[in-house]
Each structure stands twice: as structure tokens, then as C-alpha cells.
């Protein structure tokens, strides 16, 4: 599939347009997928263990979605939060489209898909909930998730799956590291469901953005 990974901005490869059924455990969503965008055909394992072990919000405020795909993690809480704004964030224009198109047939009018320039530098998040695209490279999945960790509520937390061959726990060791108290909650079928929270010491500057809850 050269020249239309899923993380590039618009992928080559021909669009096709095709029906999945998202099941959990609490509900079912009806979603469009396409060519060019992660995991097309089914409901990537990862992403699933997220939505079924994760736990739900700790605090009230907006939830992002970071590299959303066609939209199953923004979509599914979205429906299970539907009055609080859910962002949904991703460089592929095609995915973007995708959640435009299916938060429409769902009817949810809580769910802002983004370019992640176009989020409002302002705009902080309660809780965040990613299945990250490793496969970006260490340097650049390392900007990415310093950078949305950056934009969490001082009370509020981002829930990370990632396989264990894939490096979780380098991840989970790094990110302490960095400031980011990160924690194991969950290991699932070979997947680990990583808490970070933001640096304490960064906390108080990050107040301004509480006022987007509803």
C-alpha cells in the first residue's frame, strides 16, 4: 500500500467505502469505513480491549481522541457521554471525513473531528483515549503523545493501549521519565492499558480550558 499509509495526510489509494459493525458490551455502532484509513475491515483488537477495559472518565470535561481512524473510540464515547464534547484528531483527511459522515448518521452532535492544528491551542482535555499510531517511529509517536499529554486538565488522565512486543512498558518507563506519572491498569490478550497523568508541575497553567465542559 505504498504512498497511502493510513498516517498520511491524504492517501492515495482508491477510495472504497464499505459497512462495519462496532459490538461491545454496552452497545453497537453502525460505522462507514474506507481504503487508506487503520484497520478498515474490523475493530482492531487494540482498540477494542480499550473501549471494553478502559476505565471510564474520572473527571467531567472534553474527551479527545488522538489518531482517531474512521472514529470507533470518539464515536463510542460519545454515545456513551453525549453531553460532553469528544474531539476526534488525526492527520489522514480521509479518517476525518469518516467521523464527519458517521457522528452524522449517528446523530451526535457532540463529536468534532480536527486536523490536529485546527484544535483551539486553548482547549484543554479531561480525558484522553488513544490506541497510538506506533508505527510513526519512536521520535515522532514521542512528540505526538508529549504534546496531547500537554493538553490534559491538571486533574485529568489519558488512557494508552499498546502492545507489549510494540514496547508498552519502554513506553510506560519513558513517559515516567519525562514527568508523566504513567501506570499499568490493565493487560489484556497481549495489550497494556497505560494511565498517564499530566506533570504536576505543569498543572496550575492548565485551568483555563475547564470552561469548554458541558
Known amino acids: 500500500m505504498s504512498g497511502s499509509h493510513y ?3 491524504a492517501p492515495e489509494v482508491a477510495s472504497e467505502r464499505r ?6 458490551p454496552d452497545l ?32 467531567r470535561g472534553p474527551i479527545l481522541d488522538v489518531g482517531c481512524g474512521y472514529g470507533p473510540i470518539a464515536l463510542t464515547w460519545a454515545t456513551r457521554r453525549k453531553r ?4 476526534a484528531v488525526d492527520v489522514n483527511e480521509r479518517a476525518l471525513e469518516l467521523v464527519r ?20 491551542e486553548d482547549l484543554r482535555f479531561a480525558t484522553i483515549y488513544s ?24 486533574d485529568g488522565s489519558a488512557f494508552l493501549v499498546v502492545q507489549k512486543h510494540l514496547g508498552s512498558d519502554s513506553l510506560q518507563k519513558w513517559l515516567n521519565e519525562q514527568g508523566y506519572p504513567t501506570s499499568r491498569i490493565a493487560s489484556v490478550n497481549g495489550f497494556r492499558i497505560l494511565e498517564a497523568r ?15 465542559t458541558s
Open 84 to 87: 460532553l464534547p469528544v474531539w
Open 28 to 59: 453497537t455502532l453502525e460505522l462507514t469505513t474506507d481504503a487508506g484509513v487503520f484497520s478498515r475491515g474490523r475493530l482492531d483488537p487494540g482498540t477494542r480491549i480499550l473501549l471494553e477495559h478502559a476505565p471510564h472518565p474520572r473527571v
Open 131 to 154: 490506541n497510538p499510531p506506533i508505527r510513526i517511529g519512536k521520535a515522532a509517536l514521542r512528540r505526538l503523545l508529549t504534546h496531547w499529554l500537554g493538553r490534559l486538565t491538571p
Open 7 to 9: 498516517f498520511t495526510g
Open 101 to 120: 459522515l458517521n457522528a452524522g448518521a449517528l446523530g451526535l452532535g457532540n463529536v468534532q473531528a480536527a486536523l490536529p492544528d485546527d484544535v483551539p
Open 198 to 212: 499530566p506533570r504536576p508541575e505543569t498543572g496550575e497553567g492548565s485551568e483555563s480550558g475547564r470552561g469548554t
Open 19 to 24: 459497512p462495519i459493525t462496532v459490538s461491545l
